[in-house]
């Protein structure tokens, strides 16, 4: 018995049969129903999806993209803003670094790769140096300062305060990209 009122999805391997059952079906009635529908969804697989034969795969049938859209649960997210820093980038033609790239540098003088920062890292050269080059105006400056400090945490300082400027420069960019609506 062939239908005319069923809906076939070969993308969902779904087979939606409209006629409606009797009240109160029989389990012959039931298992015909099914069977109709199966056949049904099996000759138009078998008629309009490619088949295809792998020596290790063995015999593939090739489902068609799917036409049912599903709905999302959440709506789709607003585009993020652009930094100043990503706006800046793209101006000069910067590209990001992959990843690992530039971590880590041949330090010629122990003939070893060194970390570029961080413990024992190359922007720490000079701190744990015994004898320490002093220029004067330097010197003239930080004992002017009358802080107690010396010039040998100089370099450490410099630094400091590099990371510090670069923190404070962050949280500004990141207050401005919230207050231009972009999620930060």
């Known amino acids: 018995m062939w239908k005319t009122n069923t809906e076939i999805q070969a993308c ?3 087979c939606d049969d409209a006629n409606p059952l009797p009240s109160k079906p029989s389990e012959t009635q039931l298992s015909s129903t099914a069977r109709d529908c199966a056949q049904a969804l099996i000759n138009q697989l078998l008629t309009t999806c490619p088949i295809t034969s792998h020596p290790t795969d063995g015999v593939l049938l090739t489902l068609p993209p799917t036409t049912t859209p599903l709905p999302r649960e959440k709506p789709l997210p607003a585009e993020k803003q652009e930094t100043k820093w ?3 980038a793209k101006k000069k033609g910067i590209k990001d670094k992959k990843k690992g790239e530039g ?16 413990y024992k890292g190359r922007n720490k050269d000079g701190e744990g140096e015994w ?3 002093v ?4 010197e003239k400056e930080v004992q002017g300062k009358g802080d107690g400090s010396g010039v040998r945490g100089e370099g450490r300082r410099e630094r400091v305060e590099k990371v510090r400027r670069n923190e404070r420069k962050q949280r500004a960019n990141e207050r401005k990209g919230r207050k231009a609506g972009g999620a930060g």
């Open 12 to 14: 969902n391997l779904l």
């Open 86 to 88: 990503e706006k800046f």
């Open 103 to 118: 971590k880590m540098v041949y330090d010629e003088a122990k003939g070893e790769w060194v970390p570029k920062w961080g």
């Open 131 to 133: 004898i320490v080059e």
């Open 135 to 138: 220029d004067e105006k330097k």
